[in-house]
């Protein structure tokens, strides 16, 4: 009788080619297929293992935060006007 788990579940995702490109290097190096670190990131997720990353504490996203707390900030009545602002070569 077999120890090793049942593996019944496929899992994809979608990401950009250079992205998936770069992690297979990556991995490579340590020995591991993107399947392989999958696997074993979901094992740690389903185990409760994983401390996940905050992005939102980054010291641009904790900047934006303050300067929206103050007041500091632009408003826009639209996704255009918004669009605008940020292509606008002034």
Not at 35 to 41: D, H, P, V
Not at 49 to 74: I, R, T, Y
Request: aromatic share 6%; proline share 2%; no cysteine.
């Amino acid at each position: 009788m077999s120890l090793i788990p049942l593996k019944d579940k496929t899992v994809s995702t979608r990401v950009a080619s250079d992205i998936s490109e770069k992690a297979k290097k990556n991995l490579a190096k340590q020995g591991l297929t993107v399947s392989e670190y999958i696997r074993l990131s979901l094992i740690k997720a389903a185990n409760n293992e994983v401390k996940l990353v905050n992005f939102l504490d980054s010291p641009e996203a904790l900047q934006a935060k303050k300067e929206a707390e103050s007041g500091n900030m632009q408003s826009f009545n639209s996704v255009d006007e918004w669009w605008n602002s940020i292509n606008d070569d002034d």
